[in-house]
């Protein structure tokens, strides 16, 4: 049977007290209506239809995939946001799966469990269910004595013994088709106004057609994220489950409660990450290596046996072998070769250090590129900053000595095997095996080959 998906996301999210719309609100560094969107497509295998406000369209562009945004511009309801996908679903499936951008945590997997429709095909409608004793504000799901579903009752009005109920609506249901579409013509409208997509439930009932549900086994993804308290229980409990699969797969946390990896990040075995590490982004981590503690490394690609502490990488490549930190900061485009040592407080900023190099510590190099072997003396600066804004290049050789306190006044060039002397100001190129000295620099003597 042909199945497709669709997303409530038109909701404001009031209760948020934020000018972002809910479904955009960040969950381990990707907003909400991401993580629903991924989870539709791997329950149907194709895009999802979503259900956004007139005053959305930033959504459209954080889920280009999917398949087609539908408005609701009055926000009268589930059922009635639901009522609004029908010209887009109308004839083009026989099922639909119904889910809601503020259950952010069921999986794909839990949503394709609940596409299998436990009668065989006969149900209208194959609702999620959840059994705890917290009920988080969903409805709960009132059974007869036959253990079939009757309704499914708001707790704002249920009464005494309707309360002691303990399995609740999670908010996911799949309708046949037809059915959904010529019931949602018939709700009735609420007290409040709004059309509510529960009220099928009773609907099916009283016209005797068959319901069914799903138990949603792990309780932690029954979550609906509607104040920022909800956002950082999610975060915690998404956490958890990014560090369980790590662990599983062979890296090690020395304390995964403030280990912090995101869903892209991709890392090698027998990688250690010491405590208060975050990982985030499309970030790539080797084999072997030693991250943290109190480090951050943001979309950047690290090569195997690389150790970072301490320090912030961000748009970086570090090659195998490399050391960077404590304190130390990489910006967008440093390219680290192999054997590389960055000691505490050095930035680099899109140079490259090549194989070998060693910069201790208290540098800056900016708009650089460093041959293999160089050896940056303490307090070590490219004046990268030129004219209107432009950023002006250094090129240094290999095996140059670059004394303490040296100033490189780019454009500049300076031979390999040559050396600057401590504090100089080089504004002119030196050539290669040569000692340059002083402020402005000169040229004083050549250097032994060996």
Request: glycine content about 12%.
């Amino acid at each position: 049977m042909e199945l497709e998906s669709l997303i409530l996301a038109a909701g404001l999210g009031t209760r948020m007290h934020s000018r972002l719309p809910k479904a955009l609100h960040p969950l381990g560094g990707r907003p909400l209506i991401r993580w629903v969107v991924d989870a539709c497509k791997h329950a149907t295998g194709k895009p999802p239809f979503v259900v956004i406000g007139p005053e959305m369209g930033a959504i459209r562009d954080v889920v280009p995939d999917a398949a087609e945004f539908v408005e609701q511009t009055e926000r009268l309801g589930t059922g009635h946001a639901v009522l609004q996908a029908r010209q887009a679903l109308e004839g083009v499936c026989d099922r639909v799966l119904v889910t809601q951008v503020d259950m952010t945590l069921l999986t794909g997997e839990s949503l394709k469990r609940l596409t299998v429709d436990p009668a065989e095909g006969k149900s209208v409608l194959t609702l999620l269910t959840l059994t705890t004793d917290r009920s988080r504000g969903f409805g709960r799901i009132i059974r007869d004595e036959q253990g079939q579903i009757k309704e499914i009752v708001e707790e704002s009005h249920a009464t005494s013994d309707q309360m002691q109920a303990n399995e609740f609506n999670v908010g996911a249901y799949v309708f046949d088709a037809v059915w959904l579409w010529e019931s949602l013509a018939q709700l009735p409208v609420s007290p409040k106004g709004e059309y509510y997509l529960t009220d099928l439930v009773g609907m099916a009932v009283s016209q005797g057609r068959s319901l069914s549900s799903v138990s949603l086994d792990d309780v932690s993804q029954g979550i609906g994220i509607n104040t920022h308290e909800h956002l950082a229980e999610a975060e915690s409990v998404l956490r958890r489950r990014i560090n369980k699969e790590w662990l599983v797969r062979g890296v090690s946390m020395i304390d995964p409660s403030t280990t912090y990896i995101g869903p892209e990040v991709q890392i090698g075995t027998d990688t250690v990450i010491y405590p208060n590490t975050h990982l985030e982004g499309r970030t790539t981590v080797g084999e072997g290596g030693r991250l943290g503690p109190s480090t951050i490394i943001r979309d950047s690609t690290l090569g195997s046996d690389c150790r970072v502490e301490a320090s912030v990488v961000e748009g970086a490549t570090l090659e195998d072998d490399v050391a960077v930190g404590p304190f130390s900061h990489l910006r967008k485009g440093a390219y680290l070769c192999r054997g590389v040592h960055l000691g505490n407080f050095g930035e680099v900023k899109n140079s490259r250090l090549g194989p070998g190099v060693k910069m201790g510590h208290f540098s800056y190099i900016g708009d650089a590129n460093l041959g293999d072997r160089v050896n940056v003396g303490a307090g070590t600066i490219t004046c990268n900053f030129g004219r209107n804004g432009v950023k002006n290049h250094t090129e240094v050789g290999a095996d140059v000595f670059i004394g303490s306190d040296s100033l490189l006044v780019a454009p500049l060039r300076i031979g390999r095997r040559a050396a600057t002397g401590a504090g100089s100001v080089v504004t002119k190129d030196v050539p290669e095996g040569a000692l340059a000295v002083g402020i402005p620099a000169r040229v004083i003597r050549k250097l032994d080959d060996d």
